[in-house]
């Protein structure tokens, strides 16, 4: 009996996990992990952790696998299409970094983060998408990051 409850419990926090960023392209990235899971180092924080921040969920793969750059660099532009806020950064045509600002979802912000290091000779050759929700503010967020 309590295996199978232990089971159903698991279930339900994948599939609240999943909604997290549902209705956005680069879902998958996150939700898919038969395809995906040897191809990224993934993280993925939510409760008591991220309280301190304000924050409900941090999600963040990173992958050196170059094969699979564009396709990730797709998935984040269509996604470009249909935010509040954003910032973006080219170099030679291609999508360096990108900052979104999704329309709020159940009053908590969200965020997605994308920054494509292999443009530059001096970065490390990688890919990195982070999806963040939580209450607070671009401001707020802005002052994390530069502490």
């Known amino acids: 009996m309590k295996k199978h409850f232990l089971i159903i419990i698991l279930s339900l926090l994948c599939i609240s996990a999943a909604k997290a960023q549902s209705g956005l392209n680069i879902s998958p990235l996150f939700n898919d992990p038969g395809r995906w899971e040897t191809m990224f180092t993934a993280s993925h924080l939510e409760g008591r952790y991220l309280k301190p921040y304000n924050l409900t969920l941090f999600r963040r793969i990173t992958t050196r696998n170059s094969r699979i750059y564009d396709e990730i660099e797709q998935l984040v532009e269509k996604d470009g299409k249909n935010t509040i806020d954003k910032e973006c950064g080219y170099v030679n045509g291609k999508l360096y970094y990108a900052f979104y600002l999704f329309e709020p979802k159940n009053k908590k912000y969200r965020y997605l983060f994308y920054r494509n290091s292999s ?3 001096e970065e ?17 967020l802005k002052k994390m990051f530069k502490k």
């Open 119 to 121: 443009l530059r000779v």
């Open 124 to 140: 490390p050759n990688e890919v990195t998408v982070v999806y963040i929700e939580g209450y607070v503010t671009l401001e707020e």
